[in-house]
Each structure stands twice: as C-alpha cells, then as structure tokens.
C-alpha cells in the first residue's frame, strides 16, 4: 500500500483517455481494472465462451414469501433502538431487459452504518459500530417489479488500496432475475459523492453513462415529513432468452 | 425495447454477514441416503486459494426437472428448491450438500462472486462424461461421497467461464 491517491487517479485517468480514443462503447464494468488492486489476480484473461443457456439456465431459483419476512425489509427495526444517522428509504423497479418487470423476486442489500463501519470481523476501521443496525435486509418485489427498503444513509470508508483511499458512500445489492443468466451483484450510490472520481471500483465502469446507471436519485415525493428521506433507483436486468409468457407481458 | 443493463460490481469483502445463511450450502440434509457433496477450491492467478469468494449453484434435481418452488433461505429438510450459496472457507474451499442433477447432460450452474473480482462470473459443473467435447474442461470429478469443482480465476488451467448468447 505505497501508491498514494494522485498515482491511482494516474492510473484511472490513463484508462480513461485510452477508453475515450478507443471510441468503443461500453456498457459493463470492466473485470481487468489494475487500479483496483485486488482485481489483478482475480479477473480471467481468457474471453468468456459464448454458450446458448440450456433449460436449466433459463429458470431462476424461486423466493417466497416463507423464505422472507417482512420485516427484514426495514433495517431500522432490527434492534431494540433506533440507529444513529438520516433514516432514509430506497425503492425502485427491476425489470429484465425487455422492459417486464421481475416479479416476486429476491433482492438482498447489505451496507456500512452511518459512520462508514461494517458490522464484520475484517473490518478495522475505526469508526463506532451502531449497537442498533446491523445493515443487512430483503425483501421480494412486488406484482410490478418494486422493491422497498428502509434503511440508514450509509457513511463513506476507508479501504487499504492505496494510501488514504475511501469507497464513496453505497449499499451493495443482489439480485435475481426470472432467469438464471441474469443474476447481478452491484452497488448503488449517491448523488454527488465528491468521491467517485478517486474510487478505483466505481472507475472501473469506464464509460460515464454506464457509471450514471449506479445513482439513485433523491426524490422528494417520496421523502416523508418528519420521518425519512427518499432515494429512487431502478435496476435493468439482461435480456430475457425466455419467450414471453402471458404472465410476463400483462401489464 | 431493448433497455441497457445496470453495470455489477464487486462483492466486495464484507459480504459474510449477509449473503450466508444458516443450511445456504446444504440442499438437502447430509444424513439423506442419496445426498452427494459437490466441492472444490477458489484461487487466484497466483494459485493461492481465495478466502473471500462466494459461490452459488442452480441445478436440476436427478429426474432432470428444473424445481420451481420456494424455500431455499429457510430450508425444511425435505424440499429440493435447486439452489445453494457457499462462502469458501480460509483454505478457499466451498462445499454443498446437494443431490445429483438429472437430465440428458447433467450439471450444476455455478456462480462466482469476490472480492476483487469485479463482475460474476459464470460456469457449469458437469457431471463426469456429461460435458460436450467444446466444454470438456468443465467436467467435475467424482470422489467418495460425489464430485469435485476447483475454480481458478485466472492462469494456467483457468477455468473457462461462460457468457449466454442474446438472441
């Protein structure tokens, strides 16, 4: 952990201009990205072998209302206080990439407290944990495809990149679509972070476009008097490789 | 309408109090008489194994019908819903209990998260001389109690990890 922020944003910007020449555009993040060190060793160098997805591929595992309680869907309640920071809830559509919605499906989130520490072993980071948030929920979508969490604006943390490296604020999330092939782990932001330009992960969605797909936006119709404020962010999954149903196109 | 997908990100490394649940890796008890293992270590380009990878499976069951029914994060002990999730431990190994996938060419779709790895990646687990001659390198092997899966990110012998074809 030598290199220091002005070598990494170098290293980025480099990137970027090499991107910005190319003229190619992008629209995924980018597995072999060095300023993310611990990406080095961890992405293939081999190009991903094209397959049609077999009968089994073109399912998704399926979530019930047994395997989730409702309540998991508010990480504010989960202890007997309230957890410190601004109360806030997210909520979005997910829809495939035809534009249906994905009904009834899992979406799982997990994050940092208002302070910026992980409730985990592996983090150092010398910030309060918050004896009243544990920063993890679920929840199913509904019949259109709407997730809704309740949840504590999370704190931006610092990592062992490089020196004096710091994650811009997120809540990473997990999905499932109708299909197996669709399956994605990501991370949503905020608006505005002054920390994106330095942060080699979210750097590493080389076009801007695509980067922009990762911000919730503030919404005020949906902030609360007096109790919570609103974030929308809507999730496009892959392509369906299903022929529609009727269920699916209803709507 | 065609939209455009919302790019993924890494796992990151603190995922463990989260993703994980209790009975996530055993599809099936393994005091069940036909429950098989299905295992194998994560490394990195360098050969060391990695600690902080998750791994996910979705298979049929061994009449070869892809299940349909709910119940994978709160296992009853009798119903095979077809998915698992496994962290690997300090060595890099993963395990699930499960049952044999059926079907014409059996095998278990497998999903791969880390830290450091920035997007999933995708493969498939075959079944000993289930794998077609262009994905031969995919085929688990069998052992005692079922079969092993290394997953190697990257070098020599690197897995060969799959994208599905858009219409």
Redesign the interface.
């Known amino acids: 952990m030598t290199e220091t922020q002005a070598e990494i944003s170098a290293e980025i910007a480099a990137i970027s201009k090499e991107y910005d020449s190319a003229g190619v555009a992008e629209?995924?993040?980018?597995?072999d990205?060095p300023p993310?060190r611990?990406?080095?060793?961890?992405?293939?160098?081999?190009a991903?072998?094209?397959?049609?997805?077999?009968?089994?591929?073109l399912?998704?595992?399926?979530?019930?209302?047994?395997?989730?309680d409702p309540l998991e869907a508010d990480l504010t309640i989960q202890h007997s206080g309230e957890p410190l920071g601004e109360r806030m809830v997210v909520t979005g559509r997910v829809?495939d990439?035809?534009?249906r919605p994905v009904r009834h499906q899992?979406v799982?989130?997990?994050q940092?407290n208002g302070g910026g520490r992980?409730?985990?072993q592996?983090?150092q980071h010398p910030a309060p944990l918050d004896p009243n948030f544990?920063?993890?929920g679920?929840c199913l979508t509904d019949a259109d495809g709407f997730y809704r969490f309740t949840t504590i604006k999370p704190g931006p943390y610092p990592w062992r990149n490089h020196r004096n490296a710091w994650r811009p604020a997120h809540i990473?999330f997990?999905l499932f679509g109708h299909e197996?092939?669709q399956?994605?782990?990501?991370?949503m932001y905020f608006p505005g972070d002054p920390l994106f330009a330095l942060d080699p992960?979210?750097q590493?969605?080389v076009d801007p476009a695509?980067?922009a797909?990762?911000l919730a936006t503030y919404d005020h119709d949906l902030t609360t008097p007096e109790w919570a404020t609103g974030y929308r962010w809507d999730?496009?999954?892959?392509?369906s490789?299903r022929t529609p149903t009727e269920e699916d196109v209803e709507q | 309408m065609s939209r455009t997908p919302t790019p993924g990100q890494t796992v990151g490394p603190f995922f463990h109090y989260a993703l994980p649940y209790d009975g996530d890796a055993e599809l099936v008890p393994p005091t069940r008489a036909d429950a098989i293992r299905l295992h194998g270590r994560v490394y990195d380009g360098a050969g060391d194994p990695v600690p902080d990878a998750l791994v996910e499976i979705w298979q049929t069951g061994p009449d070869g019908v892809v299940p349909q029914v709910a119940g994978s994060l709160v296992r009853d002990g009798y119903t095979f819903t077809g998915f698992g999730r496994a962290a690997t431990d300090r060595t890099g190994h993963y395990q699930f209990t499960t049952l044999r996938p059926g079907g014409a060419t059996p095998y278990f779709a497998v999903t791969v998260f880390a830290r450091g790895l920035l997007d999933r990646l995708f493969t498939r687990a075959y079944l000993p001389g289930a794998a077609p001659a262009e994905l031969a390198s995919l085929a688990a092997e069998a052992d005692d109690r079922g079969f092993v899966f290394d997953i190697r990110l990257q070098g020599e012998n690197e897995t060969v990890f799959l994208t599905y074809a858009q219409d």
């Open positions: 629209t995924a993040v980018r597995r990205y993310y611990s990406s080095i060793l961890r992405h293939p160098t081999k991903a072998k094209q397959v049609d997805p077999e009968g089994l591929e399912w998704a595992p399926v979530f019930g209302q047994r395997d989730v829809t990439g035809e534009g899992l799982e989130i997990w940092a992980y409730i985990h592996r983090d544990t920063g993890m679920r990473h997990s197996f092939t399956r994605l782990v990501t991370q992960i979210y590493a969605i695509a980067r797909r990762l999730i496009v999954l892959t392509g490789h």
